[in-house]
Every structure is written in C-alpha cells, then in structure tokens.
C-alpha cells in the first residue's frame, strides 16, 4: 500500500517536474524574504546593537521582555494602539460594505458604456499617493484657505474644523480612505458578481421579483463566500496599521487620535534610534494580528463558511 | 531516469538557495570589530620623530598626496530646490572631486542626502552599514547614540596625531570647535563641531509699506508691536483692498518654538544664569526656560483675537504656503530666519512682493521684544553648525580627514562660497564680493554653497572687514539697508552660547525626537486653545512632556554640573 503511494507521488513528480521546479522559485523567495529575516524578531528581545548580529547581542532585562515591558508603560505607545485600533475599526465598519454597496450599484447600471465610465472614474484615486491626497485634503478642507471651508463661509457659515480637530479629523480621514479604496475594492466583488449563474436571476424575473430581491436573494447571497473571506483578512489587520495614511493626513493638533502604532515606530525607532523598543511593539502587532485571523477563521467556519483554509 | 532528474532538482534548488541566502545572510553581520583601524592608526611613537616614516606609513608624498588612488565616500545635502542641479553632480562638486584627486589623490564620491529629513535618513544609512565616509548632522544625540553601539570612529587620537597634515583644519576650525564634543572624562571625540561664521539667528519682521501707510512707527514694545497687529487687522480693507479677508497680521509656523523665538525669549527673566542655561537648554527652542509659558501665553491671546494665521499648524515643513501668503502680501508681520524674507534671489520673498504688490512693499526687521530688564536679548547658539563624523565603516580616516582639512582651506572655501568671478559674483573696489543670482549649470544650490563647504555655515573671507561688507552685498537686488538692519538687530543684545562639556547625558539618548514632537504638540495646542483653557492644556502637554523623558534629563544635567563645575553658576 505505502509502496505504491510512494511509487504514485514519484511517478507524479516525474511527469510534473517542471511544475515543481517552477515553484521552487517563490519558494526561495519566501524563505529568503519572509522566513530568513524572521530571525530579526530576536531583535524585541535583545539589547540592540548596530556592529553586532542579532545572534551576538546580549538579552535584555527581565528575561528578554524588558521592552514589551517598556512599550506597555508608555502612555504613548498605549495612545497609539488604542488608535489604531479605533481608526481600524472605523474603517472596517464603514470602509468594508462601502465597495460592496458600490459594486451592487455598479451591477444595476444598465448601460454598459456608462458602467465602464463610471467604473474607471471610481478606481482612479487608488492610484494617488497618500501625500498627494493630503495636499489635496489642505487645499479643499485648511480653515481659512481650503475651498471648501471659503464656500462654507460664503454661504454664511463658520469654518469647519476638517483637519484640525480630532473629531472631525477622524471623520475626514475615514472618509478620504472610502474615497481613495472603494472603487478599487470593487473590482473583486465584480468578479464574483459575474460568477453568479444568470439562470437564477431569470428565474426570479419569471417568478415576479422585483430588483430589490434580486440583490437580497441571489446576488447578495451569491457574493457571501468573497465577503467572508475578505471580511476574515481585513480582521487580520485590525492591528496593522499603514504608515502613509495617517502620517500624511497628521498635524500637530490632531496627535491624539492620528498617532497610530505605525507612526510610533516610526518616531521611536527609526528617529529615535529605539530599535529593540520598536521591534517588540512590531512583533507584538502582528501576533495580534495572527489572533485575530485564526479567531475569525474558526468563526466562519463555524457558522458554516469555508473560511480561507 | 527518474533519480538523476530529481537528483538534478535538488541541486539546482540547493544551490539557488544558497547562493541567494549567502547574500542576504552575510549582510547583516558588518564589521566584526568595531573600530580597530582607528584606534590603533598608523603612527609612530614620538612626535619628534621625522614625519617622513609617517607619511611612508600612511602612503603619503612630502605634498601630503597619496601615491595610489583612494577612494571616500561624502554625504551631501539635498534641497530639491527649483531650477537646481544635481546635488552630488555639478559644476562645484567637480571642482572638489579634481581638486582632491589633484591634491591628495583621493576619488570622491558625493551621497546625497534631502536637507529637511537628514536626522531620519543618515539614521537609515547608519543602520544598514551605508553611511557615508564623511557623514554629517545637525544632531550630535544621533551621533553619541551610534557610538555607544560602536558604530562611530574616535576621532581623538586621528585629528591629535596628524595635526601636521592638516593644518586649514586646526587653523580654521580651531581647537575649541574640534575638541567641543570630546568627552571629559573618557577623552573620546565622536564629531567635530563645524564652524558658525555668523550667530545670526533669527529677526521680527514686519511690513515697512503698511507702517507709512497707517502712518505708524517701527514698534519698539510688545504693546507697540500689539497695537500694530490690530491696526493692521482693522485697517484690511485700506491695506489691502478687495483681499481683505486674506489678511494675516501675524503668521506663523507648527514650529512655534522658532517662529515665536524673540517674542517668548522676552519673557525669560534677564539674569538667567549658564547653568540655567546648560540645564533647561537642551531643546534648542529654549521651551523649557522659565516663564517660557507667558510668551505662548500672549501667542495664545492673539489668535483668539484673530491676530494670527488660522491654518499655521495644518502645514508640514518645507511647505510653501506660508511663503506664498508672504509672497502675495497678506502677512504683516511674522517672526523667522534673519535673512528670510531676503534670501533665494529672484525666488525671494522680497522680489516676489516687489513684484506682486509694488516697488514700496518690503519686510523690514524691528526690535520690539524687551525683557524684565529692558534688554532685547537674543539667546544666540555657540559657533559651532553641523557635526562631521566618521561610520565606523570609514576605512580611510586619513583620505576623509584630508578632505576636511581641503575644505577648510580659505581659497577652496571662497570660491565655492562665491563661485566664479562675472558668473555668480563680481569684486566690488572695496576688495568685497558682491553675489549675483544665476540659473542654469552654475546655480547654487544652497546659499552660499553652506552644503558643499561642510566645515562653514556663514562667510569668512579671513577678512573680517571684506566679510562683513560681502555679506551685506550677498542680496542679490535688495537694498543693503535691509540687510543691514537685519544683520544688527539679530544679533544685538545677543548672549552667545558657551561650551559646557560634562559628557554624555545617558537620558537623552534616542528622546530627542519623541521629546520634540511633544514640544510641536503642546506648543500648537496652547495656542490655538480658547483662553480659559490655555493654562490646562499647557500644563498638562508639559507634565506630560517631562514625564516621558524631559525631567530626567534635566536632572541628569544638573547633576553632571555639579560634578563639573560644582556651585558655580556661570562659565567661565
């Protein structure tokens, strides 16, 4: 029995070879790239030293957990992560149906060119930079010169405070974030919207069912599987956060809602110089993050979803 | 069949994985030994020694030239300025590079590195064993926080045992700036202290045309200077017509800590002793002198009466919007850079407004911001500029130090402060050059070339007469009574930073960023507060700036004060 098996995969690999040595290539860069560098995470647990490999730097108090230790008696890093995890959330609830909703839409319309049109027309801020969209957020939202705000004046109406006040600003950077993602997001929804059989919507039409229901019982239902799935990695990253975003779109007033884990690190460590400080704040996000994938995954599959794996 | 295929797969994979994890596996380990080249550089063991062994040793002719080829490595500022040149590829990079070939023999290669992010990106380098040969920073911390892990060569004993090599080094630097950062009590030397030709810091500026126009004089107190913020305010419409609603009768910057400098100095009490000074001055915004909080306090009060530009703290640095208000004439009044509104030539705020508003429309600095004393006293730093220091991956101290000491050579220096004569300056009959704005290949791309002549920050043509006379001359189309004005009163009542070297503060040690973030943050905040809150938001900005770093290092001060200078309250 075991023989045969063995002769099987043999057999399998020798007709296949190619295949096989063709996967030997991501897989070196996945060794190479992803697990190799692991051994830097030591970094969190060792007294950092810029002559030395993380092999010869010497273990930090506490038995290695001395900048964990640090990272969680800091009121700043307890700022950020509770930042983070409210603009995460933020961006979650409101950011994850928007491109859904859009997609649906985007299905209805009738005409195709005017589909393609409008399509095009809601991808493109995908592709503008971060820095970019902040100078376009200080033109339209700044308190004296942003046009938005000069309309809003003219109209008789005092300065709304977009950018320079933590309320607000959380307002406009989800909304910028909505803006900058959702078309883009759409495309995957698309994709499986025109995977539904088309049978069950002729169906439907004969049976009398009005477009709402059409969305409620066959596309909605027909696109579970991907929202799931997406809903499963966005969790993933609730304690991920992206450097760009919120670096560009800070100022000064604004640091107690706009100082995510990211900028944290990035102020600590890469100009403050505190490496292993930083690298533990990193580890510790991403087994965070780790937690979370698994935590949804087995959710999903309990409410009988096939999860990601 | 089947063996000798997978047999093949295997190797191939085997070898693809070693050869690509070699590179990556041997990177990260850098020298071994730290810096054992300098330590233990070539010398002999008496100075009476004749210097030609020495030089043998160390490949050099009589003419301090090397006999074979050496190659450095310089880091470079970048300002991506409009219209500039490359910065580590132009007419003036080219002069250094032959000239060092054809004096020293050494290869020079220039790293550049952008200006308004430097601290970030050396760190950067640093970190990934990339530094240049000869690095450089405004921030010594970052230089003493590397070289606690080892990664920084001690210059002591390399500058000490090659004195006679490099004479324009010793000579123009001098040995108070060369040996400011070494450590009293272990003799290391991390960084030379480069020279600060000119303590001009920074000046008050307001428009000279809107004074004639409301019919008023140069303020000369804080309550003056007031009174004339709200006339300009009031008076909008006569000063600028249908834009009135632009107006800013002050404007500002989120780096409050520089752009309200004379204004808060005024209210730190006059006799501030040095020790005050080392103790409380480690920011560099003078944030943490006392009564620090009532100048913010009158900043405060401005804003709430509409005196201040609503949107200071939303920009970034190095934006331009400020300087285009400036530009279009809507600013009153405003506080930065003692030559700010005058310098970049053409691109000048000066020239701008001349062109934009009329031939009277000028900034002309005023001195209203006196102390307790009645003293208009500026806190000044110490001549000393950038710090250079040497990677520990710095093979070649000698060829980098050789560079330094070419750089600091008069002549080199002047023509690259100056450029060539008819091109970017022509000698007026007094023997004082006088600057012209060019564009094209022989532009500067900082003033003065500051980024190419590392050892300078400000001129010095040997000539204190000739310098002072240039410097006036350096506006390209201002008129020298403005700069002039702004040269005296920059400086006047000026206290000059001293050099109290007590060594390393350990607290300081990767805070500086975090710690002037901190200060941005609350600076910002206390200002735009509505006034009933002010005093809360500053307080609690402040205890929490002391709490996460800032009062520890003010006690570690004060105690290696007292373990250096004892009950002495000023330096001698």
């Not at chain 1, 810029?50 to 010497?58: C, F, H, R, T």
């Not at chain 1, 930079?129 to 308190?143: D, Y």
Request: aromatic share 12%; hydrophobic share 40%; charged share 20%.
């Amino acid at each position: 029995m075991e023989i045969t098996n063995k002769s099987k995969s043999l057999s399998y690999i020798k007709r296949y070879w190619i295949l096989y040595l063709m996967m030997l290539l991501p897989l070196a860069f996945f060794i190479i790239f992803r697990y190799i560098p692991m051994g830097y995470i030591q970094i969190a647990f060792k007294n950092y030293s810029i002559v030395k490999s993380p092999w010869e730097m010497g273990w930090a108090a506490n038995h290695g957990f001395e900048y964990f230790i640090k990272a969680f008696s800091n009121r700043d890093f307890l700022y950020a992560l509770r930042n983070t995890i409210l603009l995460n959330f933020l961006d979650l609830l409101l950011g994850f149906p928007a491109p859904i909703i859009l997609a649906i839409l985007l299905n209805e319309l009738a005409f195709k060119r005017f589909k393609k049109f409008t399509q095009t027309v809601v991808y493109m801020p995908h592709f503008l930079s971060w820095v970019i969209i902040s100078g376009l957020a200080l033109q339209l939202f700044a308190p004296t010169n942003g046009l938005v705000n000069i309309m809003i004046n003219k109209m008789g109406f005092a300065s709304i405070p977009f950018l320079n006040e933590p309320a607000y600003w959380v307002v406009t950077y989800i909304f910028l974030g909505i803006w900058q993602s959702c078309g883009w997001n759409t495309i995957i929804y698309l994709a499986a919207i025109a995977g539904i059989n088309p049978e069950l919507y002729e169906a439907s039409a004969v049976d009398g069912a009005s477009r709402l229901r059409k969305i409620w019982h066959i596309t909605l239902p027909g696109i579970r599987p991907t929202i799931i799935v997406l809903l499963i990695l966005s969790l993933g990253h609730i304690l991920g956060s992206d450097f760009e975003r919120p670096y560009a779109l800070r100022n000064t007033l604004v640091t107690e809602v706009s100082d995510v884990i990211s900028i944290f690190v990035y102020n600590n460590g890469i100009r403050g110089l505190q490496f292993s400080l930083t690298t533990a704040v990193g580890l510790f996000q991403s087994v965070v993050g780790v937690i979370f994938l698994f935590g949804a995954n087995a959710l999903a599959k309990k409410s009988g979803e096939r999860g990601i794996w | 069949m089947g063996f000798r295929k997978a047999a093949s797969i295997l190797a191939i994979s085997t070898t693809l994985a070693l050869a690509l994890s070699g590179c990556t596996s041997d990177k990260p380990a850098p020298s071994a030994s730290p810096a054992p080249s300098a330590s233990s550089a070539p010398t002999s063991n008496t100075a009476e020694d004749s210097s030609d062994p020495r030089l043998e040793k160390l490949g050099l002719d009589s003419n301090f030239k090397f006999k074979e080829t050496h190659k450095i490595t310089v880091e470079i500022y970048d300002r991506g300025n409009d219209g500039g040149t490359k910065p580590e590829d132009n007419f003036y990079t080219q002069y250094i590079k032959d000239g060092m070939l054809r004096d020293h023999n050494v290869e020079v290669t220039f790293v550049p590195v952008p200006r308004w992010t430097e601290g970030e990106v050396i760190n950067n380098l640093l970190a990934g064993n990339q530094a240049p040969d000869i690095s450089l920073t405004y921030s010594y911390p970052t230089i003493q926080t590397y070289a606690n892990m080892g990664g920084v060569l001690d210059l002591g004993p390399i500058v000490e045992e090659n004195k006679d090599i490099l004479p324009d080094m010793w000579d123009y630097l001098t040995e108070a700036n060369i040996y400011w950062d070494k450590d009293p009590s272990t003799g290391t030397l991390w960084a030379l202290e480069t020279r600060l030709n000119v303590l001009n810091r920074i000046n008050t500026f307001v428009r000279e045309d809107w004074l004639k126009k409301l019919n008023l004089q140069a303020p000369t107190t804080l309550q003056e200077f007031e009174s004339m913020l709200v006339a300009f305010k009031d008076n909008a419409s006569t000063l600028l017509g249908k834009d009135a609603d632009k107006m800013i009768p002050f404007s500002t910057s989120f780096d409050i800590g520089w752009r309200a400098d004379h204004l808060t100095s005024s209210f730190v009490p006059n006799n501030l002793t040095d020790k005050d000074i080392y103790i409380q001055g480690f920011d560099d915004r003078h944030f943490l002198f006392p009564n620090y909080k009532e100048g913010i306090k009158t900043l405060n009060k401005w804003y709430n009466e509409g005196l201040v530009w609503k949107d200071f703290s939303l920009y970034p640095a190095g934006d331009t919007t400020e300087d285009n208000l400036m530009k279009m004439g809507y600013v009153g009044a405003f506080i930065h850079n003692w030559d700010y509104p005058y310098r970049n030539g053409d691109d000048s705020i000066h020239a701008s407004l001349q062109r934009l508003v009329g031939p009277d429309a000028a900034y002309i600095a005023v001195e209203p911001f006196a102390n307790d004393a009645g003293v208009y006293k500026k806190f000044l730093s110490g001549p000393v500029d950038r710090k250079i220091f040497f990677p520990a991956t710095n093979k070649e101290p000698i060829a980098s130090l050789l560079y330094v000491n070419w750089i600091s050579k008069l002549e080199n220096r002047v023509f690259l402060q100056f450029g060539e004569e008819g091109v970017t300056h022509e000698k007026l009959p007094d023997g004082s050059f006088k600057t012209i704005a060019t564009t094209g290949e022989k532009i500067m791309n900082s003033p003065a070339n500051i980024d190419y002549t590392i050892t300078s920050n400000g001129l010095n043509l040997g000539d204190p007469d000739k310098t002072v006379k240039s410097i006036a001359n350096g506006y390209a189309g201002v008129d020298s009574k403005y700069i002039e004005i702004a040269n005296q009163i920059t400086t006047h009542d000026g206290r000059v930073g001293k050099n109290a070297n007590v060594g390393e503060i350990k607290a300081e040690d990767g805070q500086g960023q975090a710690l002037k973030e901190k200060r941005d943050t609350l600076l910002n905040k206390a200002v735009v507060a509505s006034v009933d809150k002010f005093d809360a938001i500053y307080d609690a900005g402040m205890k929490d700036y002391l709490g996460s770093g800032g009062q520890a290092i003010i006690d570690e001060r004060a105690a290696a004060w007292e373990k250096y200078f004892g009950k002495d309250t000023m330096l001698k």
